[in-house]
């Protein structure tokens, strides 16, 4: 479903103030209402690994934009979303049917929590998303630097069913073959897919696993502490804030630009 090959020769409208006005150069459709599209990068446009910035089109004569976590890494060409479809959500109605060759807007300015310096270095880093909210951690898991700082990095994803779990092949099997990040992969990086609404090998929330301590206990680690081990949360309000709670009654503190702690979290933006 992926479509190369695009349309490099009309030229695009100028970008509005405050915005990059970049091409898209394939759009990837997961499921009905999941899809992954990536553009080309202006070497102006700088950002670290998990942050966001602001993404759409114009409508109207006027940029419709939501928040984006950037799945590619910083090192990457070119930039790649991750995003829900919406039948009438007033961005992804629309930009679900964007095509090879069309314009997307990028803000110009890159933002975020989710990024190593917010977090003290050393330990286990553990990574846990729910649906869209596994795009910043893609960039983060693609990032040198996040190897350098932890000695292992756990990434949890649950979806409600498998095809919704984007990236999966990626994940367990082709970062570890990188040229360059492989042999960091190989040493640090743990995929844990979960899937909650369909038979799957694990289908419990990440909560559950929390509160039940089976998230240590199948990798034989000793129960969460904010000791040993760091968090980062993306995913819908009730799972960040639920998480939050239970990562907050076991110490663990929220850290920020210029106070780094031992979790950090946000909101999977877009719902509409
Ligand atoms: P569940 O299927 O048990 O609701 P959604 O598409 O609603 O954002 O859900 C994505 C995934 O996040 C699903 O696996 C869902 O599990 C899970 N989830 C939803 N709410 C929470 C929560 N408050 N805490 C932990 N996981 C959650």
Redesign the pocket.
Known sequence: MSTADPDLATPLPPAPPGFFMERVLTVHHWTDRLFSFTCTRDTHFRFGAGQFAMIGLVVEGKPLVRAYSMVSPPWDEHLEFLSIKVQHGPLTSRLQHIRPGDGVLIGRKATGTLVNDNLLPGGVLWLFA??TGLAPFMSLVREPETYDRFDRIILVH???QQAELAYRDLLSAGLAEHELLGEMAREKLTYLPSV??EPFATNE???AMIESGSLTARFGLPPLSPERDRAMLC??E??NS?VRALLEARGFVEGSNNDPGSYVVEKAFVTK
């Open positions: 729910t649906g649950t979806v409600r909650t609404r929330r990440i909560t995913g819908s009730a799972m639920d």
